[in-house]
């Protein structure tokens, strides 16, 4: 048996590969975990996180020999991924965008299909500031201000109000807002949905707890365990998020102002009809890489008013 100085980079990959891929197909099989559908990828992420390597380096300094607290550091998050624990978690932080987000228990793991509602609102936001020299959005249910802080920093005449229920989830925004250097146009504020706020918005944008309570159970066991549940569940029918939010925006909102919501599979003409109850004139679809129709633009009519009239 070798020593701990001896064992290599590669080496240490290529067995934790192997394990977590055993660890992968028994759970499929028995239906008692969670898949590992990324081994690679999973190893090379913890193995860079226990070494202080970048996850690029694995491969290219693969005969460099470890020292034992290294070999020491990368078992333990190797058994936590092998249990269960989603391996973004484990390292505490997640890519999305042009960014690099700190998670905490309290927020949930930016997903990339929430990239799409970045792409979707970014042209909103310039037009705002295009017509009057800056934009004023919400962003309702920020979590860890995945969505906030990359508008924030691609267009630097916008500002954000940043609402969550959990104060947890407010302070790791913050620090992720630091860290991208737009905290001076990042304003926190700890809520539930909108009916604290007043003024008028050129948008609100969000991505709400929209899983049916009873669909729950059948997520993955990584989400259900580590994800925060008021993140997930949307309640009986995934809707519950929407009707308050649809309720309040037309009152925050300016004229032509619009809301851009991500959605649940098949949602879409609910929350269309949920927010043209509420005055809103139109709306745009727009689908991931999967097909799915994941993010609504809802656009406020001049008058909602005479419209009910």
Known sequence: ?????????????????????EAGSVAATRGSGPAIPTPELDARLLLAEATGAGPSDIHR???????????KNFA????????????????????????????????LEPRPETEILVEVARPLVEAAIAASGRCLFAD??????????????????????????SEGALATARWN???????????????????PLGGKF????????????????????????????????????????????AGEAARLLRPGGAAVLEIGRGQAGDVE???????FASSRRTRDLSGIERVLTLTRAADPVSKLS
């Open 1 to 21: 048996m070798p020593s701990d100085a001896a064992i290599r980079l590669g080496t240490l990959y290529s067995e934790a590969v192997a394990r977590l891929r």
């Open 61 to 71: 300094h693969s005969a460099l020999p470890l020292a034992g607290n290294e070999i």
């Open 76 to 107: 333990g998050l190797l058994e936590r991924r092998i249990a269960g624990e989603p391996v973004h978690r484990i390292i505490g932080r997640r890519a999305f965008y042009e960014h690099e987000f700190a998670l905490s228990p309290e927020t």
């Open 140 to 165: 309702v249910g920020t979590g860890a201000g995945a969505i906030a802080v990359s508008l924030l920093a691609l267009c630097p005449a916008a500002e954000a109000i940043a609402i969550d229920i």
């Open 177 to 195: 807002a630091v860290a991208a250097g737009v905290a001076d146009r990042f304003f926190p504020v700890r809520a539930d949905h909108l009916s």
């Open 202 to 245: 050129d948008l609100i944008v969000s991505n709400p707890p929209y899983i049916p309570t009873s669909e729950i159970a059948e997520l993955d066991i990584g989400v259900r365990r580590h994800d925060p549940m008021l993140a997930l569940d949307g309640g009986a029918d995934g809707l519950d998020a929407y009707r308050t939010i």
């Open 273 to 279: 009809a949920l927010f043209a109850a509420g005055g």
